[in-house]
C-alpha cells in the first residue's frame, strides 16, 4: 500500500519562513507533487520533485530526498494569502496518491 | 480557455437516488480523474481514464461508475446513493499522466446525501 504522513495544522506570522514536511512510503515512486488548497476552492499545482534536491519557484521551494521517502515544502515571505492547506503527493504510474494536507494559518 | 468544468455545483440527494456529474475539460488532455474529499481524508481517487473509452479503478471505487465516451468528458454515476457519499467532488485532467505533468482541477461539486 502507500502512506502518506504531514502535519495537520501549522501555525505561523505574516514575513516568517515555513517547512511543511512529508514522508512517504509506496511502490513505483516516480516523484513528490505539492499542492495548494484555498477554503472552498479547487486544488493548484505547486511544484514536483523527481530528483534529490531542491526545486525553487518564486517564494516557494520544494525538497525531495528518496533515500528518506521525505519532502518538504518551505514558504519564504509568508503572506496572508498563503494561509491554506497544503498537500503532498506521490506520483505512481499515472496517478497521485495524496496525503491528508496540511491547514497553513498566517497570522498578522 | 474554461480549463476544468464540473456539473453541478451542489446537489442534495435521498438515500437511493441516483445521480451523473459531469467533468468537462477543454484542454484536449489524454488522461481523467475523480477524487471525492471528506473532512480531515484528503483527496482519494475514485476512478481515473487514461484515454476516451477507458476507464481505471482507483483506491475507492465502490458505488461509483465512471464513463469516458468523448475525449472531453469524464462522468461520474451513482446508482443508489449512500449518506457516506456524501463529499466533495473534484474532477481533474492532465496532458498525457506522465509523471512531471500537472494535474489541473475542476471547482468541485458539493454532495449531499440524506
Known amino acids: 500500500g502507500q502512506s502518506l504522513e504531514q502535519p495537520s495544522e501549522v501555525t505561523a506570522v505574516e514575513g516568517a519562513i515555513v517547512q511543511i514536511n512529508c514522508t512517504y512510503q509506496?511502490?513505483?515512486?516516480?516523484?513528490l507533487s505539492w499542492y495548494q488548497q484555498h477554503d472552498g476552492g479547487a486544488p493548484t499545482f505547486l511544484s514536483y520533485?523527481?530528483?534529490?534536491g531542491l526545486e525553487e519557484t518564486g517564494r516557494f521551494s520544494s525538497f525531495l530526498s528518496r533515500s528518506d521517502s521525505y519532502g518538504y515544502l518551505l514558504l519564504q515571505e509568508l503572506q496572508m494569502k498563503d494561509s491554506a492547506s497544503y498537500f503532498c503527493a506521490v506520483q505512481r504510474y499515472s496517478t497521485l496518491t495524496f496525503g491528508k494536507g496540511t491547514m497553513l494559518l498566517v497570522s498578522p | 480557455n474554461a480549463g476544468v468544468t464540473q456539473t453541478p455545483k451542489f446537489r442534495v440527494l435521498k438515500t437511493g437516488q441516483s445521480m451523473t456529474l459531469l467533468c468537462a475539460q477543454d484542454?484536449?488532455?489524454?488522461?481523467m480523474y475523480w477524487y471525492r474529499q471528506d473532512p480531515g481524508m484528503g483527496l482519494r481517487l475514485i476512478h481515473y481514464s487514461v484515454g476516451e473509452g477507458t476507464t481505471a479503478k482507483g483506491e475507492v471505487p465502490d458505488g461509483y461508475n465512471v464513463s469516458r465516451l468523448k475525449k472531453q468528458n469524464f462522468l461520474l454515476g451513482l446508482e443508489s446513493a449512500a449518506p457516506s457519499q456524501t463529499s466533495v467532488y473534484f474532477c481533474?485532467?492532465?496532458?498525457?499522466?506522465?509523471?512531471?505533468?500537472?494535474?489541473?482541477f475542476g471547482p468541485g461539486t458539493r454532495l449531499l446525501v440524506l
Open positions: 484542454m484536449n488532455h489524454e488522461y
Open positions: 509506496t511502490s513505483g515512486f516516480y516523484g
Open positions: 520533485n523527481a530528483l534529490d
Open positions: 481533474a485532467s492532465s496532458l498525457g499522466g506522465l509523471a512531471e505533468e500537472t494535474q489541473y
